[in-house]
């Protein structure tokens, strides 16, 4: 999944701990993984003077680890989490 930036990123450069809280009782809650990415820079992009494709460098990855069952109950209620952050 991918997910904005400043969504869940603060001025510091860290998670907003209000979305790692939710994450992590996410996580815990549905016996999963859950791993917040910065999406590795396409090499077309990196080879752009100052480095980047300024679409992708807003955007963050969310990524479930688990059995499927288990990830895609987490991913519905990352999904809601999103969605309420945006509200």
Do not use: W
């Amino acid at each position: 999944m991918d997910i904005e930036y400043d969504q869940f990123i603060d001025e510091e450069g860290s998670i907003k701990s209000a979305a790692a809280a939710q994450i992590q009782e996410i996580a815990d809650y549905c016996a999963v993984d859950i791993f917040v990415l910065h999406p590795e820079l396409d090499k077309g992009v990196a080879a752009v003077p100052n480095g980047s494709d300024i679409s992708q460098d807003t955007r963050l990855k969310i990524c479930i680890y688990g059995d499927v069952e288990s990830v895609e109950f987490a991913k519905i209620r990352v999904l809601v989490m999103i969605d309420d952050m945006v509200c």
